[in-house]
């Protein structure tokens, strides 16, 4: 297990390593992390509506959701761009701890974001539908839509296998890729630590090398 740990650190510095020479000023490197962002939460949000309510589009609420994309794109790269700098600070403090048990323990701080981005979620689409709403025809009630947006998390928690509780269940996970990307990326570097303990690569012999060993051997 502590060959696997290794093997885990050692990939994790060096990705930190790549990030901390290729970053170059905060003032670039932000806005350019915030627009993709923007872009990664808004392409999700498409991708969830088109492969999980499609009809929404068909509807007299197609406009709403159109315009509901901003307040996605803006929030959802808000939360990102912070949870990004927070992963970058979990993983210096997991890196500087001696004790296996200390590093697993700061890693496992990212799960706590991928939670928090749930409730995030549900106050984007509340607190953003609401705010889209003043500028049409029928504006909603901040109370209103948080209540409703709090029945549907519940009745997916209680019915995950109903069939609308699925597909919002569903929404959610594809509104949460970019905030699960901390989490992916340690588990990715844990199992390839973990293949790489079981199927050590084999030393490869350079040819040239072995060449030269060959002339010298006496005859």
């Not at 996605?72 to 990004?84: C, E, K, N, P, T």
């Not at 323990?105 to 749930?118: E, G, K, M, R, Y």
């Amino acid at each position: 297990m502590n060959t696997i740990i290794s093997q885990w650190r050692d990939s994790l510095h060096k990705i930190l390593d790549i990030y901390e020479r290729k970053r170059g000023s905060i003032r670039i490197f932000f806005p350019i992390l915030f627009s993709f962002f923007i872009f990664l939460n808004v392409a999700c949000y498409w991708l969830a509506i088109y492969t999980a309510f499609p009809y929404y589009m068909m509807t007299h609420e197609a406009s709403h959701y159109v315009k509901l994309q901003i307040p996605v794109g803006i929030f959802g790269a808000l939360f990102d761009s912070l949870s990004f700098f927070a992963t970058i600070w979990i993983i210096r403090r997991a890196l500087a701890s001696n004790k296996t048990s200390e590093y697993v323990f700061h890693l496992s701080l990212d799960l706590i974001i991928a939670v928090l981005a749930t409730f995030w979620v549900l106050f984007v689409f509340t607190f953003g539908g609401w705010m889209i709403s003043l500028w049409e025809t029928a504006p909603e009630q901040l109370a209103e839509r948080g209540t409703k947006y709090t029945n549907r998390a519940i009745q997916a928690i209680q019915d995950p296998t109903g069939r609308e509780n699925a597909k919002n269940i569903y929404f959610g996970l594809i509104m949460g890729i970019s905030a699960a990307l901390p989490t992916c990326m340690h588990l990715g570097l844990f199992f390839t630590s973990v293949l790489q303990k079981i199927f050590p690569q084999k030393n490869k012999v350079d040819p040239k090398k072995n060449d030269i060993n060959t002339n010298l051997k006496p005859e």
